[in-house]
């Protein structure tokens, strides 16, 4: 039986394109494509049948890619994200993955390759671009050592407790642009956005 496919892409001649090749893989179904993630969140509402496979753009204008797959991932939990974008940097990419991509493929890549991931993803995979790949690598690694120096994990344990940054200058009797300077390499450190991740992060590592 065909697995079926959702496409969620706002660049009309790219949905052409990925249309036309879905039309001639016997075992994949396309059973539309949405422009928006709004759009194919309403259709979702609107539909009995449950998509196994969804190809979502990290580009969308409105509801961005991740938040979309964090949502299509709570509704619909046995289904799979392939993250489908130009963008390559390392923020892009633990942010899909956060959300819940089971995949993540480059724009570019030929019509085979495109096929192999989605396949893949029907059959419990995980497949990642090479440099997506190399990021992972790269983040288990540094997991056996940790990053903070002991004036970060005290700037860090401050913020843990819900300190602004004027309460942490107090606590640890220095500036607040001191602090702010700490904060800074803490988020650059450990890649990540806000104080709530870092503090989620370092936690979970056992950092603070």
């Known amino acids: 039986m065909s697995k079926t496919v959702v496409i ?5 001649a790219l949905c052409e394109s990925l249309t ?5 893989a016997p075992d994949l179904k396309l059973l539309w494509c949405s422009e928006s ?11 009995e049948s449950s998509p196994e496979l969804f190809v979502v753009d990290l580009g969308l204008p409105g509801v961005r890619g991740p938040e979309l797959i964090a949502e299509l991932k709570q ?14 940097d390392r923020e892009s990419v633990f942010a899909a993955l956060r959300a819940g991509a089971d995949g993540y493929l480059l724009k570019g890549s030929d019509g085979p390759q495109f096929l192999r991931h989605l396949r893949s993803l029907e059959e419990g995979g995980a497949p990642l671009t090479p440099r997506v790949a190399r990021y992972l ?9 940790n990053p903070l120096t002991s004036r970060e994990q005290d700037v860090l344990q401050c913020l843990s407790k819900g300190f602004s940054y004027q309460q942490c200058a107090e606590q640890l009797v220095v500036s607040s642009h001191t602090v702010h300077t700490h904060v800074k ?3 650059e450190k450990l890649a990540v956005r806000g104080r709530n991740q870092a503090v989620d992060k370092a936690r979970k590592r056992g950092w603070i």
Not at 8 to 12: A, M, Q, S
Not at 137 to 145: R, Y
């Open 75 to 88: 509704r619909l939990p046995l289904s799979k994200c392939l993250a489908h974008t130009v963008f390559e």
């Open 37 to 47: 993630a709004e759009n194919c969140l309403e259709r979702l509402s609107k539909e």
């Open 8 to 12: 969620v892409e706002d660049d009309p």
């Open 20 to 24: 036309e090749l879905l039309a001639d």
């Open 137 to 145: 690598v790269s983040e288990f690694q540094s997991d056996a050592e």
């Open 185 to 187: 390499k803490i988020y």
